[in-house]
């Protein structure tokens, strides 16, 4: 038997046109991220933010540096998705919900903590990659979310990181990693493409 998600993988596309007489509400937006906030992060970093633009002047802003892309403007809401650098001095203030339902003890939040202060410490690099992985799965799931709310997305890399920043005031850890347009489908979109077979990008040992 197909599961519901396992039908929300195979449907979802990577849609260039919206209708952009539809909106979404304040309600619908926050929902989307409630979800994408679910997706798994190291230590329980969280270490991500989601930037909501849904105003006309907001939307010609951001797609004059994401070299035109119409479907900014004509999407209900594209989102900047963001990971956040020096996600271990924040470590402490993400566990504290966690320990307060007791998943986890004191013991265990101190060791965290250390750990991830530990590996990420004086390393740029890492906290790089850190950011980038939590925003890529924060993005996926809310690409997931927002199929399961009858929705499309469009995932875009096209854009110029310095001047997102800029336009949207960014500090300097807020790494813009993706825009993931989001709205309702028009025509003219394509179908799912096809993928490799498994057998080309499959090892099992």
Not at 41 to 68: C, D, H, M, P
Not at 152 to 174: C, H, Q, W, Y
């Amino acid at each position: 038997m197909t599961s519901q998600i396992n039908t929300l993988i195979e449907q979802r596309i990577s849609a260039n046109q919206f209708d952009p007489t539809k909106d979404l509400s304040a309600a619908q937006i926050k929902e989307l991220v409630r979800l994408a906030t679910r997706a798994p992060t190291a230590f329980n970093f969280q270490n991500w933010k989601f930037i909501a633009v849904q105003s006309k002047e907001a939307k010609e802003r951001l797609k004059a540096v994401s070299y035109g892309q119409q479907k900014i403007v004509d999407a209900s809401v594209t989102f900047i998705v963001c990971g956040t650098l020096e996600a271990h001095k924040t470590l402490s203030k993400a566990l504290k919900p966690s320990v307060a339902a007791g998943l986890i003890d004191q013991a265990m939040h101190d060791s965290w903590v250390a750990m991830a202060a530990g590996g990420h410490e004086n390393n740029p690099e890492r906290q790089r990659d850190e950011a980038i992985r939590s925003a890529s799965m924060g993005a996926m799931t809310l690409m997931l979310a927002a199929q399961g709310m009858g929705l499309v997305t469009g995932p875009m890399i096209g854009f110029v990181p310095a001047d997102v920043s800029r336009e949207f005031k960014l500090s300097a850890n807020d790494i813009p990693a993706m825009l993931v347009a989001v709205g309702y489908e028009a025509p003219g979109n394509w179908p799912q493409k096809p993928r490799l077979p498994v057998e080309d990008v499959l090892t099992i040992v």
